[in-house]
């Protein structure tokens, strides 16, 4: 009886206050200076700035004894005609008030809480923010479920509401509309509430944008407003999500216009402002909604795009890609759209559901051995989207299996009660050393890793020549399924096994793999001290069948398993780094190992018919292209492994045009009906156009409309150059429009426009901006008139377009005169040394319109030599000033002159790999360097450079060239500084020369960052 006095007193006041704002004369407004810190600059300073204006209320719960959100709803949706009872969001009926529980009206989510935040806890914020939850006639609120907002469509079931406070119950616009089902269905509100749904909605969009709650810590989801419905159905996740969608948005701002606040709505925002302390901005500032929602802050709209993001790549690994980009500068950039296709120049297919903020991105849903080809573009605060960048390509590498003579042979996860003692246990040959090795747990709900266990020990001879090695694991996951991979040193897969069914592994060492179902379980019945175990006789795991739960024999060879025949030779395991600059690639093979011996055999073939022998091998490749290289090691047992794996090279080369031809004249547009369209081609005599094209394109949208294959061989119309005109009818008539000329390589040779320029974005010229002639035909130009090029030249630039004057299709237009003078050669070349020993190289120079036919050189040390090709060895170490002079057919030269640096043979100390890796959550990295020196490597300075956002989260280890780890770092959950730059001194007792390898483990969720560098110094 004492909750329900309370309950009653508070009732009382609200009824009070209800009364107070029952006449809608004098509405309080927000209070003084309650929004000085908006920044109504831009659309994301608003959005920001508002945010920390409303964010942090104070939360009332759902359903109490004490105030809650029937309080707070009962008076801030009081009918203004009748304080003892509420007004329905939809039906816009009136209720006699009854303060809560089963009744004709409940508490409607504007915002769906089943796309976001569906579970009710003292730390769901949004579940009972009253600015979106309404009072609802509880039919109605049902009928709308979780539909989002949209313009319903004819078809729709329309939902009366009743006349009450001078509005509805007159059908039509005040009616509601309805059709489908969840995300995929629509509610249309009655006219008289729309604004005030797309204003709740909005509120909430600004009001939860994640992180945390700054008083109470609690985590809060990030609410987006889109017109996207997969995303709506992406967030109908069951349970509270860090992200959730709802919309519509074009169809929320339509509302938003078309019912302007009243003073029902500004009573509402008061009384809810009066309990949570915060209050909704898009009623109080409507004009807000333009500059959040529409990117409109000054009345005039941006559309001004980003600069096309530069210098993409794309590296592949095992089960994924990652592609990395550099950042864009402008002020107002919003973040990156990234698209993927399966063939170069597209179509792409956009990866990312909402703006990417990084500048990389880890592409996990990629075929091994397929090669994707990547763009990305920028996006700014208005939406404006740039050109796309360089085209990055990139294959994943196909998970390795290994077959070894090493398996899971035990394991525990679930019992009785609290699950005790989970441990794995791995049994193999004895003598196994399982340093390197480790268990990688999976969630078969979804396939993902969740904990990573390290294996070390050397395997004891247990019986037969084969014994068993435990660890204790806590926390191993209970299936339905789930499941564990073992991982040898080198990284690759040796089992993946599951229990309680199958799955696929989205990532770790196991990404793209499909689990073996053991076929046996352990239970919440299982007895504690059980485990699952393989039994039979036999050496090798094929030879054993596991068996349902049996008295636990961790480190123990199983009761019921006899190993007999002893242990065979153990295949090696081939594996190899491939690195290439340009056509020429380095292959390193020193990961490859044999654990029973060594390998005495390293046999190539580089997918190009050329072959080599050798643990490291480089080969040139001829021409760009996908190549696929094999590997087969060969251990002193004669027993052999192949590896294959894909090799992407790439000359760098932009093939040049087929020769120089440009767009001459045209004609597009005149008075009445257009009649004679044709477009001319100038280029040398005799040069061919076939497998040269004109791609016409829309410049409204970018698209291509047509595309005329070109053929014909110019004649000489005087001084070596000639046209040809081709007719085309339907050239569209601009504001703007435009067309590629495209040579027979493919590329682009002109991308020209009428009336203005514009993007492209498809065909051959996608992504490029078109080049505005600067003049143009009109609906009033003569028949028979053209724009043309006139001036003195032998090139495109040389001219200048005019505007209409009578047409001269496939002849030298009159006032343009084509001269062709010799053009001097250039001189350019290349050089490679080594110590004191230099290799020269002068094919790069070129001459454009005839040959080159003698290249002389000086090597700055009193000696000369001739040829395109040449070698110089050095007396001593030194700068030398190398010049290069080339002369022409017409006897004209040009000279280059590039100082060349020799040194002394020197033994290098001092290694480093500069190459930034991510550090994604929760995983592994590995970064190389070979070094080649000769004698032991003794102590050594390993330093280390890595941004990272909690530093006790890292694990570092070093691998030596035997094998050997080292540990550089432990976790530290006490450490909470971010970055670790530090160097590290390690005694190590093989020999320098080999593959040295930093391995960065990320052992807790959350915190991310890069390794920048690591360095050897010897």
């Known amino acids: 009886m004492q909750h329900t006095t309370a309950k009653h007193t508070i009732l009382k006041r609200l009824v009070c206050l209800s009364v107070g704002f029952g006449i809608f004369t004098a509405n309080a407004d927000a209070p003084a200076g309650y929004y000085d810190s908006a920044n109504t600059q831009s659309a994301i300073e608003l959005r920001n700035s508002l945010h920390e204006i409303i964010d942090d209320h104070t939360r009332y719960p759902y359903t109490s004894s004490s105030t809650d959100t029937w309080d707070i709803l009962e008076s801030a949706d009081e009918n203004p005609d009748d304080p003892s009872s509420v007004i329905t969001l939809y039906r816009n009926a009136s209720y006699v008030k009854f303060g809560g529980g089963v009744g004709a009206y409940n508490r409607e989510h504007s915002w769906p809480k089943s796309y976001g935040f569906p579970d009710d806890n003292s730390d769901n914020y949004p579940y009972t923010d009253a600015h979106h939850l309404f009072i609802a006639d509880a039919g109605y609120n049902s009928t709308r479920s979780n539909k989002p907002f949209a313009d319903c469509d004819v078809g729709c079931t329309e939902v009366n509401t009743d006349a009450n406070n001078g509005r509805g119950g007159l059908g039509g ?48 989801p990030d609410l987006i407003l889109t017109d996207n419905r997969v995303l709506i159905d992406s967030s109908r996740t069951g349970s509270n999500n860090s992200v959730g969608y709802m919309g519509l948005k ?104 909402s703006l990417l903020s990084s500048i990389s991105f880890e592409d996990n849903t990629v075929t091994p051995l397929v090669t994707y080809y990547y763009v990305v573009t920028a996006v700014d605060t208005s939406l404006n989207e740039s050109p796309v960048s360089n085209e990055g390509f990139a294959s994943a590498e196909e998970p390795v299996v290994v077959d070894l003579d090493v398996w899971i042979n035990e394991l525990h996860y679930d019992n009785a009660s609290t699950d005790v003692g989970e441990f794995v246990e791995v049994a193999g040959v004895a003598g196994a050393d399982l340093t390197g090795w480790s268990i990688e747990l999976y969630n078969g709900n979804g396939g993902a890793l969740y904990n990573t266990v390290s294996l070390s020990g050397v395997i004891a001879d247990e019986q037969g020549g084969f014994g068993a090695i435990d660890v204790a694991i806590s926390g191993i996951q209970n299936g339905g399924p789930d499941g564990l991979a073992l991982i040898d040193s080198t990284g690759s897969v040796v089992q993946f096994l599951s229990y309680e069914g199958s799955f696929d592994a989205v990532d770790g060492s196991a990404a793209g793999l499909t689990s073996t179902d053991i076929g046996v379980s352990e239970t919440s019945s299982t007895p504690a001290g059980d485990s699952l175990q393989l039994v039979g006789q036999g050496s090798t795991y094929g030879d054993f069948t596991w068996q349902a739960p049996a008295n636990a024999s961790p480190g123990l060879i199983n009761s019921g398993q006899t190993f007999t025949g002893g242990p065979g030779n153990l295949a090696p395991i081939a594996a190899f780094v491939a690195t290439c600059d340009l056509l020429n690639c380095d ?74 031809a440009w767009i001459n004249e045209f004609h597009y547009d005149n008075a009445s ?181 003698q290249y002389d050189w000086d090597f700055g040390e009193g000696n000369v030599a001739n040829g395109v090709v040449t070698s110089y060895e050095y007396l001593m170490a030194g700068t030398y000033d ?25 033994e290098q100390s001092f290694f480093e790999n500069t190459e930034v890796t991510p550090i994604p959550d929760r995983r592994r990295i590995k970064s190389k360097i070979y070094v080649d020196r ?71 969720r959350k915190d991310t960052g890069q390794l920048n560098s690591w360095s050897l110094q010897f």
């Open 173 to 220: 616009d005040d009616s509601n509309y309805t059709d489908g089902q969840f995300s995929e269905g629509s509610w249309e509100t009655w006219n008289g509430r729309k604004g005030d749904v797309a204003r709740a909605i909005m509120y909430m969009a600004i009001r939860y944008e994640g992180g945390t709650h700054g008083v109470t810590g609690s985590m809060e």
């Open 250 to 353: 074009s169809t929320l701002i339509a509302w938003h216009k078309a019912d302007p606040v009243d003073d029902i709505e500004r009573r509402r925002n008061d009384i809810v402002f009066g309990f949570q302390g915060n209050r909704n901005p898009f009623i109080d500032r409507p004009e807000f909604v333009s500059c959040v929602f529409e990117n409109i802050c000054d009345g005039t709209p941006d559309t001004d795009a980003p600069v096309a993001p530069t210098n993409l790549s794309a590296t592949g690994s095992v089960g994924s890609i990652s592609v990395n980009w550099d950042s864009n500068t402008e002020a107002d950039l919003a973040g990156y759209n990234l698209y993927r296709s399966e063939t170069p120049a597209g179509p792409y297919t956009k990866l990312n559901a």
């Open 882 to 906: 190398v010049t290069l002079t080339v002369t022409d057919d017409d006897g004209e030269t040009n000279s280059v002159v590039l100082s060349v640096e020799v040194t002394e043979p020197v």
């Open 587 to 660: 292959f390193d093979a020193s990961s490859s190992v044999d654990n029973d011996g060594t390998i005495v055999d390293y046999a190539w073939d580089f997918g190009d018919s050329n072959i080599g022998n050798g643990v490291n091998v480089s080969n040139a490749y001829p021409a760009s292209g996908s190549y696929t290289v094999s590997l087969t090691v060969t251990d002193d047992a004669g027993e052999s492994t192949t590896i294959t794996e894909i090799v992407n090279v790439d000359d760098g080369i932009v093939p040049p045009l087929a020769f120089d």
């Open 673 to 853: 009906t257009d009649v004679g369209e044709f477009i001319e081609i100038a280029g040398p005599a005799g040069a061919d156009l076939a497998g040269w094209s004109l791609v016409l394109y829309n410049g409204r949208n970018g698209a291509q409309y047509n595309t005329v294959d070109l053929s014909g061989v110019f004649a000489d119309e005087g001084t070596g150059f000639g046209s040809i005109s081709f007719a085309i009818a339907g050239i569209q008539n601009g504001s703007p429009d435009g067309f590629a000329l495209v040579d027979s390589n493919g590329t682009v040779a002109q991308f020209l426009s009428y009336e203005g320029s514009f993007v492209a974005i498809d065909g051959v010229a996608s992504g490029m901006t078109s080049e505005d002639v600067g003049v143009s035909e009109a609906s009033s130009t003569p028949i028979g008139q053209s724009l043309q090029l006139i001036g003195t030249g032998m090139t495109y630039t040389d001219f200048t377009w005019q505007g209409a004057s009578d047409e001269s299709p496939g002849l030298i237009n009159v006032g343009q005169t084509i001269v062709v003078p010799n053009v001097a050669p250039v001189a350019s070349f290349t050089f490679e040394c080594t110590d004191l020993f230099c290799n020269f190289d002068a094919t790069t120079s070129s001459d454009s319109d005839g040959s080159i036919v």
């Open 934 to 1004: 000769t004698g032991p490597a003794g102590t050594v300075e390993v330093a280390v450079n890595i941004t990272h956002t909690y530093r006790g989260d890292l694990v570092i280890k070093l691998r030596d060239p035997s094998g050997r780890l080292h540990r550089l770092k432990r976790k530290n959950r006490r450490d909470s500084a971010d970055d670790v730059i530090e160097t590290y001194t390690v005694d190590v007792a093989c020999g320098a020369a080999g593959q040295w390898k930093l391995i960065v483990i990320d052992k807790f």
